[in-house]
């Protein structure tokens, strides 16, 4: 009986509820036949619950037995099972797959005694069992039709694996290529950083959230996360106003306009005060100003974390401050499950908070139609023929082709030629058929990917001699082991010598491993690990027509392979159809379009190093070899490689750049820009819109990116693009987060990278 109470979407409901014997002081009056409202609905089911089952709502826990197989026996796990039976588990993570879901679904349906449906969690960062580059790679194609439709392959898969929520897009801006979780991001800028969010916001959650193809997005981590001192993950964040509303928000912003059904805190201290318990951040900023009304879940054990960061004084301590603080819901720290009954009857903690942040969760489950169907994400036959599909497969590839960057091509290495020639491919990367799917990547198999060497494989017109040279790393890694990297074995350089020696070309494929990035994966060194730089050089020494293919999880600072390697191929880890989408671009099939989402540094000295920056008052150097000015005595300021830069096999020029000013007549500013295909072949060019303003009550970036298109043109085709910029473009956060817009001098900079040399003037 219990179980069919709660499918029922109409105002019956409420009677069913009363017939049932359990009493209902529903909230809203109904009439018999007008449906509920999801509002009116979850404040009839609140009515009629105890304080432990709302606290119950707010209570995640890992999956923490093998669910279809007998009931946990002893300790941690059967207590958390019968806090399952009881109902006092709201969500559970790290559950997937249609029979285990169903299992642990039936439980809370049916042997609760309201029989609340679960919210089921997941990391579904970059694909579920079909991966998809990295986020970071799929930023680098400034295609947001593409990445939103990554974004529904990957909910696609995981809802028909039972999965109704992922812990996804994280929208943490960072400067720092130290930090691991770089990987996981959209880069260093919140103007492209906000784009992205809204297209994975809306690939996940789609147009209907009920349907059995979509899942709930959770916007993380709120917030500062990506700005962990020195690149070390989970270190301390301590930022200014001016980077917190203009630099780490927007990308929060935008998810929220887009919809985006719930938050998720982060590890880090924020200015004294960590995430988990930040009044301001949650409730303040959030929750009223934002008028955010999905809710947020700690990160994972985050609110017990507070007792080491010296906040907490105890569980009990933590409890109170994360729930007045604003987290919704607990993620394995168990505490609001034994604490915050005692709190609310200790008058530590209002009801009316349990209240709110009860509703908001049920609100979800009610959106995710889990109320009418909690078994509508359990279909077998949906979860056999959706996963792994081959619709699934070709646009995972139409994303890793497009988030290649072509760094450098020196007397046109590439593409390669596709007949006659005897290519040599080495690096233990070429072979690696597990680093390309990354370290979010739980649910897939492992060594699924197509190496590279597979992918080259398939061009038959060449001959291919693959030589390992060196492994980058020793011994296996998992999810959870440190990487061991291989400092001494070069016994494999011989033989990769002797097959450069008989190649036309060389292509080298060098990086990083999979699980060198990514959470707790952070690097003080941003070279190639282990012997692969001395490979490269022995390499060199015998074959110059070198291409260097990287493969990792955050920006590499590579100066010697830039000066003396000749083409240079950014392609990050591209997932399951890696190896294809590389040699499509290495033999020309693709033309690369993709753009660098993070500056590339030439030392870890450089690092935080981005190019929105701000002007010091120095600087520029006043004559050659006068030391005041800002800057270092044995490094260039600039990057590598800078923000949005990125090469192509055709060439683009851009001219005539006019700006139409009408602000004052009606608010809007009018850029307009030719752009030429210059070369042989066809092909894509993101042509970035830069902003600065010159002069302003709080100081403004040299530059800041403000529109971007990106435009196919064929071999002398030329197109006009227009850029229009308002109020949204124009102004900035003043430090006490209110946007303001000032009048005053502004310069407009159009090209194919934040270093674009175009420029125009006007005043506002
Ligand atoms: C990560 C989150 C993730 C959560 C659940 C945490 O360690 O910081 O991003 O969603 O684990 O797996």
């Not at 579904?124 to 986020?135: E, F, Q």
């Amino acid at each position: 009986m219990r179980s069919t109470i709660l499918f029922l979407a109409t105002a019956t409901f409420i009677s069913i509820l009363a017939m049932t014997g359990i009493t209902t002081t529903p909230a809203a009056t109904v009439s018999a036949d007008k449906p509920l409202t999801i509002d009116q609905k979850v404040d009839s089911l609140l009515s009629i619950m105890t304080l432990e089952e709302k606290i119950g709502q707010m209570n995640q826990y890992n999956g923490f037995w093998n669910v279809t197989g007998p009931a946990p026996k002893g300790g941690d796990a059967e207590r958390k099972y019968e806090h399952l039976r009881k109902g006092y588990v709201g969500s559970m993570l790290n559950v997937r797959g249609v029979k285990e879901v169903r299992a642990v679904q039936k439980i809370a349906v049916e042997e609760t005694r309201l029989g609340i449906p679960l919210i089921i969690g997941f990391d579904v960062i970059h694909g579920y069992k079909t991966i998809s580059p990295i986020p970071l790679a799929e930023s680098a194609s400034w295609d947001l039709e593409a990445i939103k439709r990554s974004s529904e392959v990957a909910a696609l898969e995981a809802a028909a694996s039972g999965i109704n929520w992922t812990f996804a897009p994280m929208i943490d801006i960072s400067r720092d290529a130290r930090w691991g979780r770089v990987m996981e991001g959209a880069g260093e800028d919140p103007y492209l950083g906000s784009k992205i969010a809204v297209a994975r916001v809306q690939g996940f959650q789609g147009s209907d959230l009920s349907s059995p193809t979509t899942i709930a997005a959770c916007a993380k981590h709120f917030a500062g996360y990506g700005f962990s001192e020195s690149g070390r993950d989970y270190n301390t964040v301590d930022i200014g106003t001016s980077t917190l509303h203009n630099i780490v928000f927007p990308p929060f912003i935008a998810a929220n306009e887009a919809g985006v059904k719930t938050f998720m805190n982060s590890f880090n201290e924020l200015n004294g005060v960590p995430a988990t318990a930040n009044t301001y951040l949650q409730r303040q900023i959030l929750k009223k100003k934002w008028g955010f009304d999905g809710f947020v879940v700690s990160d994972w054990g985050s609110i017990v974390e507070m007792i080491a960061h010296g906040h907490a004084k105890d569980g009990n301590h933590a409890a109170e401050l994360a729930v007045n603080g604003g987290s919704d819901m607990d993620m394995e720290s168990s505490l609001y499950v034994a604490e915050l009954a005692k709190l609310v009857k200790n008058n530590k903690v209002k009801e009316a908070l349990i209240d709110d942040a009860a509703r908001r969760i049920l609100k979800v489950k009610f959106e995710l139609g889990l109320f009418d169907d909690p078994y509508r994400y359990c279909d077998e036959a949906r979860e056999k023929e959706v996963i792994n599909s081959k619709e699934n497969h070709e646009a995972v590839l139409d994303m890793a082709r497009k988030s290649i960057v072509l760094l450098k091509n020196e007397g046109n290495m590439l593409p390669l030629k596709k007949d006659g020639q005897k290519i040599a491919l080495i690096g233990s990367l070429a072979a690696d058929k597990n680093s390309p799917l990354g370290s979010w990547r739980i649910a897939a198999d492992d060594n699924t990917a197509i190496s590279v060497l597979e992918g080259m494989k398939k061009y038959k017109g060449n001959t291919l001699s693959y030589a390992k040279g060196a492994d980058v790393a020793i011994g296996e890694t998992s999810f959870i082991s440190e990487v061991k990297i291989n400092t001494t074995d070069k016994s494999g350089f011989p033989e990769a010598i002797e097959t450069a020696k008989k190649a036309d070309k060389v292509v080298m494929v060098l990086g990083e491993i999979g699980f060198q990035s990514g959470e707790g994966r952070s690097r003080a060194h941003l070279d190639l690990p282990g012997v692969q730089q001395e490979l490269l050089e022995e390499i060199y020494n015998v074959n110059k027509n070198i291409i260097l293919v990287l493969n990792n999880g955050r920006p590499l600072s590579l100066n010697w392979a830039d000066e003396n390697i000749p083409a240079i191929v950014e392609a990050w880890q591209l997932g399951s159809q890696s190896g294809n989408a590389i040699a499509e671009v290495l033999y020309g099939d693709y033309n690369p379009s993709g753009k660098l989402p993070m500056s590339v540094p030439r030392s870890v000295g450089q690092v935080p190093i981005y190019y929105n920056y701000k002007n010091t008052g120095r600087p520029t150097e006043p004559a050659p070899d006068l030391v005041f000015w800002s800057h270092y005595g044995d490094e260039k300021n600039s990057p590598l490689y800078s923000f949005g830069y990125g090469l192509s096999y055709t060439s683009f020029a851009y001219s005539d750049l006019k700006i139409q000013n009408n602000y004052s007549a009606n608010k809007k500013v009018i850029v307009s820009v030719e752009l030429k295909n210059t070369g042989k072949v066809k092909g894509k060019e993101v042509a970035q819109l830069y902003i600065r303003d010159m002069y302003a009550s709080v100081t403004r970036p040299v530059r800041e990116l403000k529109g971007f298109e990106m435009v196919e043109l064929n071999p002398g085709e030329s197109r006009t693009i227009e850029f229009t910029l308002t109020a949204k473009e124009l102004g900035f956060f003043d430090n006490s987060g209110e946007w303001i817009i000032e009048p005053g001098a502004f310069e407009i900079y159009v090209g194919g990278s934040s270093d674009a040399k175009l420029k125009k003037e006007f005043d506002l």
